[in-house]
T-cell receptor, first 113, second 114 residues
Framework: AQSVTQPDIHITVSEGASLELRCNYS??????LFWYVQSPGQGLQLLLK??????LVQGIKGFEAEFKRSQSSFNLRKPSVHWSDAAEYFC???????????FGKGTHLIIQP | KAGVTQTPRYLIKTRGQQVTLSCSPI?????VSWYQQTPGQGLQFLFE???????NKGNFPGRFSGRQFSNSRSEMNVSTLELGDSALYLC?????????????FGAGTRLSVL
């Protein structure tokens, strides 16, 4: 079955350090891929998306992600994290039909001062 | 442009009752999708409505239903509530169907079933 895996449940990073959150998908064709962020008690905010074309995509808040077909991955990166980046991050995909988004279990990001 | 609006933000119900949640999409968006978020199961797709028609439904029992009105506003109904229905219910809207489009989420309705 098609799925999204976020291997890291929790990640702790020092403020100012770089960040990489992992995401792997299982799907036969090229999916549409997304990263969302959720702050406590809030809905989901779209950080970036990949539909086709350039495999390195830029998003809001200084985030970027790279689609690697050979590794079935879509990892999220940020060169220098800020305390305000502490949140839950979700990777998601859709195959293009009306099936809604399939989400990973999320990665909880903790920022150390 | 106003974002996706969900009402109410919080609800407390008891087992056996029914509940209706409301979602107003971004102006001009015709697709509304609903998701359930729980600590154990994570985010799960409930159903999608487009032009007042249900396009698809996730793996949920028939107690979960919804509808969409001509102005694209959507409601979700859960009948005969169970304790396990306690969750954050998120609504998302997109211009066209959810497939391949960008979905914009509301802040959610937190449902507690006692």
């Amino acid at each position: 079955a098609q799925s999204v895996t976020q291997p890291d449940i929790h990640i702790t990073v020092s403020e100012g350090a770089s960040l990489e959150l992992r995401c792997n998908y299982s799907y036969g064709a090229t999916p549409y891929l997304f990263w969302y962020v959720q702050s406590p008690g809030q809905g989901l905010q779209l950080l970036l998306k990949y539909f086709s074309g350039d495999t390195l995509v830029q998003g809001i808040k200084g985030f970027e992600a790279e689609f690697k077909r050979s590794q079935s991955s879509f990892n999220l990166r940020k060169p220098s994290v800020h305390w305000s980046d502490a949140a839950e991050y979700f990777c998601a995909w859709t195959g293009g039909g009306a099936d809604g988004l399939t989400f990973g279990k999320g990665t909880h990001l903790i920022i150390q001062p | 442009k106003a974002g996706v609006t969900q009402t109410p933000r919080y609800l407390i119900k008891t087992r056996g009752q029914q509940v209706t949640l409301s979602c107003s999409p971004i102006s001009g968006h015709r697709s509304v999708s609903w998701y359930q978020q729980t600590p154990g199961q994570g985010l799960q797709f409930l159903f999608e409505y487009f032009s007042e028609t249900q396009r698809n439904k996730g793996n949920f029992p028939g107690r979960f239903s919804g509808r969409q009105f001509s102005n694209s506003r959507s409601e979700m109904n859960v009948s005969t509530l169970e304790l396990g229905d306690s969750a954050l219910y998120l609504c998302a809207s997109s211009l066209e169907t959810s497939g391949g489009g960008i979905q914009y989420f509301g802040a959610g309705t937190r449902l507690s079933v006692l």
